[in-house]
């Protein structure tokens, strides 16, 4: 790695208000005003469908002290409307074909459910967003009927299949595609999205495909969404554009760490990593976060899950370790901290195998990762820079503030010095004891978020 690179250090605050906008652009709206509980988040995706052996939202609240367990405060629920019958995919649907804006799958239970549940997560002092697709509806969705000027016609005259940015019709067959150029859609698509946040006290959204739906339709919503919640909510778009932060979102995906993690345990050189990682964060607007993941509802259903990927339960831990602890907020999905194996289809039920051997041991890992990413001060500060080792090609190895995280991506032990730490009385968060001698060793996919002798953390 470039030694520019090796002592370049970001200072990014997440905390920090978004800076007033230019005369001559469309202004951006502000965060909200107080997001420190975004800022000291950690998500846990929840596919009801899946998540409890009922498949309902009352299945989830019995679940909460579960998530609970993992360290997450925040319960990303995936579409919970009813889903189209019109082009189903699969035996159950896609829940992001969904029929009606304002209804709940009866399958999956009623209002007085969803209040139920956010009421037990708000007295656990968690909070719950919900997921929301403003691109495309089902094909037989009320809104084809009741608002047919409310959708993209094709050349026969009928609601078209969804476009992608190039123009190009997509595979997703079973639904339609949204008109952004008719005000009476953007009112509605708001009116909709508000009537949840109001209704049922939600706390935000992850906004599916968010890159697809025009710009100045976020410059919009984002701030009338604030302004009607009137509390700090979370808006998480599903996009790696980080114009997205400059449209109002706090969040966005963080795709590239996701492949880049998979090509270094491929045996790509481990220094590329942190160096893309560096000029992303170098790019990143004020007061925007990356949602750091190593699998969800989609790498799930078409890839594979992390024991699979990336080795073992060891790779999946280290590979985590390495994408959590990077400036962002951390996500968990559905069984991921027992180490479920399970591959989740998106059309079709896979009740998670909570009896996984070996569940609770890997719940206890992830909870302290989690509880590092949401507590340490080093953690929370949004500081990074890269750390130089003797195996730069078989180590990541990065610095948030005093703190030094050590992968090893390799399945076989690896040991190496680091310029400018010495191990010697260093403290491990994540084992727990110290580390002796100059020489620091790694297992294989191990990891080390180490602490210099005299000083202390949280």
């Excluded at 919970?80 to 082009?87: D, F, M, N, S, T």
């Excluded at 109002?248 to 045996?267: C, M």
């Amino acid at each position: 790695m470039p030694r520019l690179l090796a002592t370049l250090l970001l200072v990014l605050s997440a905390c920090a208000p978004a800076p007033a906008p230019s005369a001559d652009e469309a202004a951006a709206p502000a965060l909200a005003p107080d997001t420190s509980w975004v800022t000291r988040s950690a998500l846990y995706e929840v596919f009801v469908r899946d998540f409890s052996p009922e498949g309902t939202l009352a299945g989830v609240t019995a679940g909460l002290d579960r998530i609970a367990a993992t360290g997450a405060d925040v319960i990303w629920l995936m579409p919970i409307y009813p889903i189209g019958v019109a082009e189903r995919k699969g035996t159950l649907g896609s829940p992001y074909a969904a029929r009606d804006y304002y209804a709940i799958d009866p399958a999956q239970g009623t209002p007085d459910d969803l209040r139920a549940l956010v009421e037990a997560a708000h007295a656990r002092g968690m909070k719950v967003i919900l997921d929301w697709v403003p691109n495309h509806t089902a094909a037989d969705a009320r809104w084809v009927t009741e608002h047919p000027d409310f959708y993209v016609r094709d050349e026969a005259g009928r609601p078209s299949v969804p476009r992608n940015e190039q123009g190009q019709l997509t595979d997703w067959t079973d639904v339609v595609q949204l008109d952004y150029g008719n005000p009476a859609l953007r009112e509605a698509m708001i009116a909709a999205m508000t009537h949840w946040l109001r209704e049922y006290g939600l706390d935000g959204f992850r906004v599916d495909v968010a890159g697809f739906v025009p710009d100045d339709f976020w410059r919009e919503a984002t701030p009338a969404l604030r302004a009607a919640a009137a509390r700090p909510i979370l808006l998480l778009a599903e996009w790696g554009d980080l114009r997205m932060h400059q449209l109002g979102f706090d969040l966005t995906y963080a795709w590239g760490t996701y492949s880049r993690l998979k090509d270094v345990w491929q045996g790509a050189p481990a220094s590329g990593f942190v160096g893309s990682e560096l000029a992303d964060l170098l790019e990143m607007p004020p007061g925007g976060m990356r949602l750091r993941f190593t699998t969800n509802h989609d790498e799930t259903a078409w890839d594979d899950p992390p024991v699979a990927i990336f080795g073992g339960r060891a790779g999946a831990r280290a590979a985590f370790v390495a994408s959590a602890l990077l400036p962002g907020r951390p996500l968990l999905y559905n069984g991921q901290e027992v180490e479920s194996p399970q591959t989740l289809r998106l059309f079709e039920r896979d009740p998670v195998a909570w009896n996984t051997p070996g569940g609770d041991a890997a719940r206890a890992f992830y909870r302290r990762v989690i509880d590092l990413a949401r507590t340490h001060p080093a953690l929370l500060a949004g500081e990074m820079a890269a750390a130089e080792t003797s195996a730069p090609a078989d180590v990541i190895a990065y610095r948030r503030a005093n703190l030094l995280v050590l992968v090893n991506p390799r399945p076989r032990p690896v040991a190496f010095t680091v310029t400018g730490f010495s191990p010697e009385g260093a403290r491990d968060l994540l084992a727990g004891g110290t580390l002796t001698g100059t020489e620091i060793r790694l297992p294989p996919h191990g990891a080390l978020v180490l602490e210099p002798a005299g000083t202390s953390g949280s």
